[in-house]
Nanobody, 126 residues
């Protein structure tokens, strides 16, 4: 079982940037698709961005496309989410998640992911 730890959240003004990190221990992420989800109070958890096991395919929710970038560093067993031009609507707890299966190119559903981090709070003030 892989353990995931997110970091990099915080309070930022609208228009600012944050970079979230998700570092894994217990096993390599080299063969695993990864996702970043977020959950705002009173709302369902939603997929924000995902990256295939080989880094070749990426997915972004429409609300973040052009502002967020997902990337991975295999040498550090870490996945990142660069968030630019943040708005108050981006305020949420952000979670990283690892796919249940290996070698998948497109993991887009909540049920696809079997390991989760504890979450990191992102708050964007207006």
């Amino acid at each position: 079982q892989v353990q995931l730890v997110e970091s990099g959240g915080g309070l930022v003004q609208a228009g600012g940037s944050l970079r979230l990190s998700c570092t894994a221990s217990g096993r390599t992420l080299r063969t695993t698709a990864m996702g970043w989800f977020r959950q705002a109070p009173g709302k369902e958890r939603e997929l924000v961005a995902a990256v295939a096991w080989n880094g070749g395919n990426t997915y972004y929710a429409g609300s973040v496309k052009g502002r967020f970038t997902v990337s991975r560093d295999y040498t550090k067993n870490t996945v990142y989410l660069q968030m630019n031009n943040l708005t108050p609507e981006d305020t949420a707890v952000y979670y990283c998640a690892a796919d249940r299966e290996t070698y998948r190119y497109s993991s887009l559903h909540l049920a696809d992911f079997g390991s989760w981090g504890q979450g990191t709070q992102v708050t964007v003030s207006s």
